[in-house]
């Protein structure tokens, strides 16, 4: 019985973000794409948080989002994000402000404020586990 224990109680654990530990504090998409976020609490060193500018489907695993445009994937760097740090990722250059690691597939084109951005975690970038954050300045939904 313990042992079965223990394993629910790592798989519970092992996620490192959940809703709301980063919020996003600006995008920019005028002139050099980007944006930079927050984090409300720690994160560790090697956690991937997701980003992408496609659209949300409310699909399962694989479907979130639409395709066609692109996403990020930001790795911590060692040493991990402490909370109240400000985070801010070029999309043209692929670089971070804190020297974690910038991946990006596709195109995150963040055209003058009408792209949502969305910041996921997951075990991959079609598997959405947790959205953490949503950015998006327009008029409508």
């Given at each position: 019985?313990?042992?079965?224990?223990?394993?629910?109680?790592?798989?519970?654990?092992?996620?490192?973000?959940?809703?709301?530990?980063i919020?996003?504090?600006?995008?920019?998409?005028?002139?050099?794409?980007?944006?930079?976020?927050?984090?409300?609490?720690?994160?560790?060193?090697?956690?991937?948080?997701?980003?992408?500018?496609?659209?949300?489907?409310?699909?399962?695993?694989g479907?979130?989002?639409?395709?066609?445009?692109?996403?990020?994937?930001?790795?911590?760097?060692?040493?991990?994000?402490?909370?109240?740090?400000?985070?801010?990722?070029?999309?043209?250059?692929?670089?971070?402000s804190?020297?974690?690691?910038?991946?990006?597939?596709?195109?995150?084109?963040?055209l003058?404020?009408?792209?949502?951005?969305y910041?996921?975690?997951?075990?991959?970038s079609?598997?959405?586990?947790?959205?953490?954050?949503?950015?998006?300045?327009?008029p409508?939904?």
């Open positions: 019985m313990k042992k079965f224990f223990t394993i629910i109680f790592v798989f519970l654990f092992s996620y490192s973000c959940w809703a709301g530990d919020v996003f504090t600006l995008v920019n998409s005028d002139g050099n794409n980007g944006f930079a976020f927050v984090a409300t609490t720690n994160i560790s060193a090697g956690t991937v948080i997701y980003f992408t500018d496609n659209e949300w489907t409310g699909g399962n695993a479907t979130a989002f639409n395709t066609g445009e692109g996403i990020i994937a930001y790795t911590v760097p060692v040493g991990g994000i402490s909370e109240g740090t400000v985070v801010s990722i070029d999309t043209d250059a692929e670089t971070s804190n020297g974690g690691t910038v991946v990006e597939t596709g195109s995150v084109d963040l003058n404020g009408v792209e949502p951005v910041a996921y975690y997951g075990t991959n079609t598997t959405v586990t947790e959205i953490l954050s949503v950015f998006r300045d327009a409508f939904w």
